[in-house]
């Protein structure tokens, strides 16, 4: 994987770099030995403001763009295997917890693959294992569940609405239906309007769509009407991704993931233009590179209070947990035959009190994680939260990343306030991530081995 590029020529960032929704990622994640116990890791933490989230690695289709841990389809009985595991595992981690103190959970959010791949009863028993097992009480707290739309179907969103979903998050990626073959997401635009009036029949309260930018064939033109076709429906937040080829994925079998070329970046910029000036202009607010809420829309979703709590437990077998001093998960592929190999492993296991693969998070990296969490949002990040937080300051810390950052016009605002992108900064947000990522994490990441 290339963590940085630069264009010799002119010494700008290519723009579309990597993503850094997690730091450290989960490529710089190895297996651990020896793999220690849930109990000693979870011993110091705090549990007043816990994520949760259940990762559900099964999708209808393979789209051509994805990496994401998740297999196509699931011979019979794997869903119903797949979810006694998730409750094994739920049931381990809640007794590493101890009853010492009660654990408090703020969130809690199903992800994929596509969680909506479940059926209405698999679902209900998922919302089961989160209450009983860990506790939540799924009603009282923001839960985000991911559809795409063939699975988004009435039973199914009841189940979710009934049991507390405030969020559907429903993949689209385009309107256009020849920008989705090309993508190799093959859709009907039908089935997706169907889809939406489904969820908006449902109710419930927070509808996100996902775009992408930078599909073949794509003009200004086509992306406008795709982002019509999303505004139509007032969605309370809209994502919009640019689209990146990644290693072993359906178009990166056909396109060199690494000959990405200045001129579809330039592509890719002038379609993020023109999509965050629209949204603006039609009432959103720009919470992060990717990220638009409705102005009108309620307060609520993962993003409201995920940006800096530490503790996150994930249950299933893409899903990564975080305590304050190691970030951990199972191992990841992207390819089929090592991720039906995973999810088999997984759904086999039967004591789940150890940590397998993580990332050790020492006080350097959680400075790197709190300032990217911070600086990438569009609001950016309080300097005395910092300061208060780890004794520093974020200039002496990061002397040179931030100087770089303020030579290319890339900060903004009241530097001893509040540490801000400028609208220039936020469009290569993707160039900004990796430059904060420490030498350790930069050469694990090179050394992973996608497979
Ligand atoms: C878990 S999926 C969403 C739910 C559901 N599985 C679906 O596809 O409809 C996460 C989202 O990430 C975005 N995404 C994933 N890989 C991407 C890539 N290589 N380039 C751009 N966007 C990507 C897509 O917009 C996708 O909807
Ligand atoms: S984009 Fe969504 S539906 Fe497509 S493979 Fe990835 S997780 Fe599955």
Redesign the pocket.
């Known amino acids: 994987m290339t963590v940085t590029a630069t264009d010799s020529a002119t010494l700008t960032p290519r723009p579309y770099q990597s ?1 850094t929704y997690a730091y450290p990622h989960k490529t710089a994640y190895r297996p651990l030995s020896p793999a220690p116990r849930l109990a000693d890791l979870w011993a110091g933490e705090s549990r007043q403001s816990l994520s949760l989230y259940l990762h559900i690695p099964f ?1 209808e289709v393979r ?1 051509g ?4 841990f ?1 297999r196509i389809g699931a011979p019979d009985g794997l869903p119903g295997r797949y979810l006694d595991a998730v409750r094994r595992q739920a049931a381990a981690v809640r007794e590493a917890l101890g009853d010492a103190e009660t654990p408090r959970f703020v969130n809690a959010a199903f ?4 969680p909506t791949f479940l059926e209405a009863t698999e679902l209900d028993r998922l919302c089961d294992i989160a209450e009983s097992e860990m506790g939540v009480d799924l009603r009282a707290v923001p839960l985000s569940v ?4 063939s ?1 988004a179907t009435a039973d199914r969103l009841a189940v979710l609405a009934e049991r507390g979903a405030t969020r559907l ?5 385009s309107f256009v239906e020849e920008e989705a073959r090309a993508a190799v ?1 093959p859709q009907h635009r039908s089935d997706v309007e169907a889809a939406l009036a489904r969820i908006r029949e449902a109710a419930v309260p927070v509808l996100n769509i ?3 930018y ?1 599909i073949d064939g794509q003009t200004a033109a086509s992306w406008r009407y795709s982002l019509d076709a999303a505004l139509a429906w007032r969605p309370e937040e809209i ?1 919009l ?6 290693p072993l ?1 359906g ?1 990166g079998r056909r396109v060199d993931p690494a000959a990405a070329d200045r001129e579809w970046d330039e592509q890719r910029l002038r379609r993020y233009r023109e999509g965050r000036d629209h949204l603006l202009s039609q009432g959103y607010e720009q919470v992060s590179m990717r990220m638009f809420r409705r102005a009108d829309a309620p307060p609520q979703g993962p993003d409201d209070y995920a940006c800096q709590t530490d503790g996150m437990i994930g249950l299933g077998c893409g899903a990564r947990s975080y305590t304050s001093r190691l970030h951990y998960s199972f191992d990841y592929a992207v390819s089929m035959g090592e991720i039906r190999g995973i999810i088999d492993d997984y759904t086999a296991t039967a004591d789940f009190s150890r940590a397998l693969h993580g990332r050790w998070v020492d006080a350097d990296e959680a400075r790197r994680r709190h300032l990217l969490q911070s600086l990438l949002q569009a609001e950016g990040m309080p300097v005395a939260e910092y300061r208060l937080r780890f004794g520093s300051d974020p200039y002496a810390d990061f002397p040179a990343e931030l100087d770089t950052l303020a030579a290319r016009g890339w900060l903004d605002g009241d530097r001893a306030g509040q540490l801000r992108l400028s609208a220039e900064g936020l469009a290569h947000s993707d160039a900004i991530g990796p430059e904060f990522f420490s030498p350790d994490v930069r050469a694990a990441m090179a050394a992973y081995e996608t497979k």
């Not at 763009?65 to 994401?68: A, E, I, K, S, V």
């Not at 991911?146 to 739309?149: F, L, N, T």
């Not at 998050?169 to 990626?173: D, K, P």
């Not at 991704?241 to 990644?246: K, N, Q, S, T, V």
């Open positions: 993503y999708c789209c763009f994805c990496n994401l998740t992800g994929g693959g596509t991911e559809a795409s739309p699975t998050s429903l993949g689209v990626q997401r996902d775009l992408i930078g994502y991704y640019p689209l990146y080829i990644r994925t178009l």
